[in-house]
């Protein structure tokens, strides 16, 4: 038995004797983990058993069946304890752990209890060096008297596969080897390892997909052929892996978001006199901080420096200098003076730390006049690495250094002390901006508004977050909501995981916390875990200084959030589905018995609680709620993740009771629209599925109020296709209804979305004059206290659409004065509704109004600001409208350019399923044509007229002939 005389606290990680009940630091009560001799300094909590994302190897001893029978039993003993004990010294040096020896095998995890953003480059890095290792043990060298063809360099099959698993303690006895997994990883690791040739090291494609670029693999058919069966490609490793970073390249190519900041640095950089300047680039983990340094290093003016490109990374932050290890000079070597340098191991320590300094500041030094450094990730810096840099960069020389380094933390004290870095935090992108990434990514695969929608919502900002949800889609084909795991992309999961357990306090809390939801109350919190109040404000403060939740306000009062929704997204996928659904029934108790407080605030969580405790009818009230209470914060995507929820649970409802089941699913398909709408746009497939839905079922019920609305919104699917006869047709059926209703409220209410309908067709047949009657009529019904409220259930704000459209028919007439006017009013409905979406609308149409008066200021103006608003609210529809009237601008200063951007619009337009604007953006093209008289134009017109013959939408002829 291993006697382990200490531990370490799982609070503070302050170290404690074996005996210890309490912290001698913080004063929480202990767990005591006991410790396997082979994975000394890692341990999870006793008793714990989760859901991670693993990479397993499986190591075999080849020829041990031979040597146990050509060797004494005791000698053969001797033999497996020298690799045991091989296996393990190289396994820890990786910060692997082994989880159990089986004979000859041993099992490994990367990933656990511990997980890092590497841990499968440090898996192969272990896996290369683990056959060297056991090579240099023979039967010589263990004093066994065999036959000497056994006293040959022992040698390994290994396999390697990353997937998730069930992983801990789950016989509950504490005991290491009892650190089981449960799941497909460690048998595929096995089967893989049984494939592989003595020295040889497979990986599955699972594994190859989180390996860096400098990892060297062969794929080969044989391997693949036999590995089918097991649903998984292999991979030989055929070269030493490379201790770098994991690190795909950053927005592939495409710098997006980063135009202020940058023209910031770079103006500074280049008005510099002669001084030296020491950036730091701060973010979280894939924010793009590598991305922005070396596009800063690529501008211009950066053709007068000499770059050094360097980087720290995990395995080098005990090797001193790591960063300059490859410029650091060896004893004997000639000076630049033409001396012999002095051999460093005849200095005392001190001295010889001064002379590898001046040595490395010199080689540095002597590449010119202008020397840029590129330090990558100083989080991970060494000690001594942090100190050259600050003497580097204190010290006056003949040279001008310029030293971009990235870091996930502010300045190290150190260094912040000695050079006073200049600190820019790089922030998450809009959702607009992240939606052209997502699309950047892509590459030719045109994403739809509503794939764009979820990559945007769960990506939150981070661009690197945004690739990999990205690279999702198109993996998949198709949307990333999946059940469970599948929402997180393997890439991201052990970064993600990492962090969390790098902190022995606070991990329990979190999990537990993710099952309030990304925002909580340090009361709520405290009512669901079973902590004392002392242990619980330590752990969240840990939590906080991890940069893992942000606070607000003062305990006991206060509020914590996850600081990205992927952080509690994977500590709640962590917990058992067993654990999930006990602490959603326990919040469910304390929501009933008041404990809580206003439950009124918080219904989507309420809703998550009822629903997995299993009482859908709150549940799916709740669900509802939340889904109103986003679509009024024009928080869309969150609606819909709402209101999809509360339709799941709809259909566990109508087990109990169908006909309450269906009323409440006619409730949520009603609601649902409008937030779709927003997202996808009005011809998304989702949506026409959505009004099927609803259509039957309120004919079912038998709801007039329901089919009616149901009707408008099928009227805008026809519509925004450009299938005008049939949207025509349910317009005057509206009309008609409306006309034939009884109660005088209900009538004006069912008339401002009739006449509107009815009138939008006619605008886009071009028979202006009607339209206008219509639309003015509309606004005679129109009542702002009772009627506004329409844009939350048909997408847009009715006088605020009649009025765009009114203004754009007095443009058409001359009439500019009473057209700016209607616009104005327009814009002051969307507003006063404080309705983003109408918003964007009301900006669009005056640009485009402008366009039509020949006032490109004006429009570039009105344009900007739709684009700006389209970017938060990641409105595809209105973003490739205010970039197309942007591009007409800039066509008629620049062709090619102004075309480019039409065109990019014009396909980022078609992807939200609409075809109705597309021949408006194809006049804005020829009318840039006609200015500059470029050939091919005439064709093109005679094309999209063709086409307007067919559809009959002929609104977009005037934008055709503006002149200058």
Known sequence: MT????????????????????????GVELIHNRRNEHNSGLSNAAGLVERRQLTVMFCDLVGSTKLSLALDPEDYTTLVRGYRDAVAGVVRQWNGYVARFMGDGVLIYFGYPRAAEDDALRAVSAAWDLPRSIASLSLADLSLKADAQLALPLATRIGIHTGLALVGDTDGDERPENDAVSGSAPNIAAKLQALAKPGEIIVSDATALLLPPSVVLEQTDFLNARTDSIGVKAYVVTAQPQP?????????????????????????????????????FQGEPGIGKSKFAHEVAAHPFAVDYFWLDLSCHPQGQSSTLHPFSSMLSGPGEVESDGSTQTDLSQLSPFQRRRKTFERLKAKILSHGPKIGVLLDDIHWADPTTLEFLGELTSTATSSQLLLLMTSRDPPPRALAEMSAPRVEKLDRLLPGEAAELANATAGARVLTSFELAEIVDRADGNPLYIEEFARAVLDHGGAIVKPGEERIPSTLRDSLMGRLDGLGVGRKVALHASVLGRQFAFRHVLELCDVSEHELVVSLQALVNANILLQAGTIPNATFEFRHALLRDVAYQTLLKSDRERLHGRVAQLAVAGALGDIDSMPERLAIHYSLSGNFQESITHWLKAGRDAVKRSANAEALDHLRKGLEDCRRFKESDAEDAAHAELELLSTLPAPLIAVSGWSSPELKQVYDDAATLSDTIGSEEATFHLERGRFNLHLLRSELGTADVIADKLIQTARRTSDTETQQARLVEALRTKGLVEFYRGSYATAHGLLSEMMAAYDPARHASHAYQHGAEPAAVALSYLGWLDCLDGKHTSGLDKLERALEYANMADHAFSICYAHCFAASCAQLRADPKAAEASAIDAIRLSNQHNFQYWLAWGRAVRGWVQGLTAAEAGLQEINEARTAYLATGSTLIAPYFTALACNVGRHWNLPGIEERENNTRAEAQSTGVMFWEPALVVKL
Request: net charge positive; aromatic share 8%; with cysteine.
């Open 3 to 26: 006697v382990v005389n200490s531990f370490r606290c799982w609070s503070c990680d302050a170290e404690q004797s074996a005996a210890a009940r309490f912290c001698s630091v913080c």
């Open 244 to 280: 770098t970073p994991v690190r795909r390249p950053i927005t592939m190519g495409h710098f997006i978001g980063r135009d202020a900041l940058m023209s910031r640095v770079t103006s500074t950089i280049t008005n510099a006199d002669n001084e030296n300047l020491i950036y730091l």
